[in-house]
């Protein structure tokens, strides 16, 4: 841990838009700084863009900008563009439906058995979770790290029985870190997978939901035999702009996707549409094939300007880690030193304190998700929390937060519990029940990023 000091010296001036404010929702998307939108700004008026389609001059620098601002992209993940491709999407969710279908349409090429196994860690993001719908019921949620372990040992663990007995083609899938606790799982998953020698997972690749880990640490792909298949991210949450994500595949794993029978415009090199169906796809290169339609090419030109400044300001992730560690550090102690008068808790933090240390940025990110107790040890809404907290100019993040793993081991709710509190009303986003038989529905969740100052971290707790 190691306080950036130099962040007290541009702040003000990098980030005009936060004066008086406490932003602590850079979970959702960190706040861009004033020179990446000069830098953009000027780029563009300086600059004529096209359709990377077209032929044009316009269009032939706008195609340049991109395949260099792609490989930039890689370096900065530290990723070999002779080992790795980088994919542009909407965000990280187009990145994990894209792997999530393909596997899909592999699986669809198979009479006998149309399925593909997917496995999910329960602290996974809705979005990897929605996976499992494609998978035609072949799917599996490992409800801690040690079934995830058990099962790369390939022995049988709490289930009774070894996982995708039938050698399905399978998908591993998990958070880097859970974007409810800040809890960062274990990257060296990957490797283990891939060098396990049982049949079920021969052909079992894995898929790393990248977007919240990205936020203020190092994805380091430097060695593509222990990196992920997949690795999904949102540049939006580690630059704060432009709205924008990727994903990342290693080359030799790269062909599953191309089973994928959707095709969009730029993708085919030719096609008929009458009296018969044929079609021939790009194949020089992965995104070639994948990247439907017109590229957001405007919003790729804002990505290199994006990392040029993060690069300028903050030099390097490692730097970002050890001060945004820090300051998690500080909040997490602050809130948990609080109490009433008669010694209950003002704060409940949700955390797992055997696997995950505040402080430690291999097993904790900067995230802190809690509720707040009344002096009688009833709980206060969460959105009555965020509303308090926004009057006050400090912005936070309350709900589920995507995140039904977590919130049900958490907070202990049970499946039917869940179905009995949405009987009663409840749906994500609602404001009126956020307390059920005296359990709370979501959290609030604090989110700290590299802009943060030591004055703003201390803020919540203050904010009693």
């Known amino acids: ?77 530290r990723a070999d563009p002779e080992h790795f491709d980088l994919i542009f999407t909407a965000n990280a969710t187009a990145a994990i439906k894209l792997v999530g279908e393909s596997f899909r349409d592999l699986a669809a090429s198979n009479p006998r058995k149309p399925s593909f196994w997917f496995g999910y860690h329960k602290d996974a993001h809705t979005s990897i979770v929605g996976v499992r719908e494609l998978s035609n019921e072949n799917h599996h949620c490992f409800i801690n790290d040690d079934e995830v372990e058990d099962w790369l040992n390939d022995q049988v663990g709490a289930t009774g029985k070894l996982l995708n007995s039938e050698g399905l083609p399978g998908l591993f899938a998990y958070p880097g870190q859970s974007n409810m606790t800040g809890r960062r799982l274990p990257l060296g998953w990957t490797k283990r997978l891939r060098e396990c020698s049982a049949p079920s997972h021969q052909n079992t690749y894995s898929l790393l939901d990248a977007a919240a880990l990205a936020t203020t640490t190092e994805i380091d792909l430097s060695d593509p035999d ?45 096609l008929t549409v009458m009296y018969e169906s044929s079609v021939q796809r790009k194949d020089t290169t992965l995104h070639d094939s994948l990247e439907d339609g017109t590229l957001p090419f405007h919003s790729i030109i804002a990505l290199g300007c994006g990392i040029d400044s993060h690069r300028r300001l903050y030099g390097s992730m490692k730097s970002i880690s050890q ?53 009688d040890g009833t709980y206060i809404g969460h959105h009555i ?26 907070l202990q709710i049970e499946p039917w519990q869940y179905k009995r509190a949405w009987s009663a009303g409840y749906r994500c986003g609602d404001t009126k029940v956020e307390v059920i038989n005296g359990k709370p529905t979501g959290v609030v969740r604090s989110s700290i990023s590299k802009q943060l100052s030591k004055l703003a971290s201390t803020t919540v707790p203050s904010a009693k």
């Open 385 to 410: 929390v965020e509303g308090s907290a926004n009057a006050k100019r400090i912005y936070l993040r309350s709900g589920g937060l995507c995140n039904a793993g977590g919130i049900a081991s958490y």
């Open 226 to 270: 222990s990196a992920p298949d997949f690795t999904a991210v949102s540049f939006y949450k580690i630059f704060g702009f432009p709205d924008l994500g990727a994903l990342i595949v290693r080359k030799k794993s790269g062909h599953i996707l191309g089973w994928r029978k959707y095709f969009g415009g730029g993708t085919v090199n030719g």
């Open 323 to 375: 001060h945004t560690s820090f300051l998690a550090y500080r909040l997490y102690h602050g809130m948990k030193s609080l109490t009433h008068y008669n010694g209950v808790p003002l704060c409940v933090i949700y955390n797992d304190p055997e696997r995950s240390t505040y402080g430690d940025a291999t097993t904790q990110g900067a995230t802190v998700a809690f509720n707040i107790m009344r002096s």
């Open 1 to 77: 841990m190691a306080y950036n000091d130099a962040v007290e010296v541009f702040r003000d001036t990098e980030y005009p838009m936060m004066k008086g404010k406490v932003y602590l929702d850079h979970g959702g998307s960190t706040i861009y700084a004033k020179s990446m939108i000069d830098d953009l700004s000027k780029n563009l008026m300086s600059n004529l863009y096209g359709n990377p389609h077209s032929a044009s001059d316009p269009a032939l620098l706008s195609g340049h900008m991109v395949d260099s601002i792609r490989i930039q992209a890689l370096e900065f993940f």
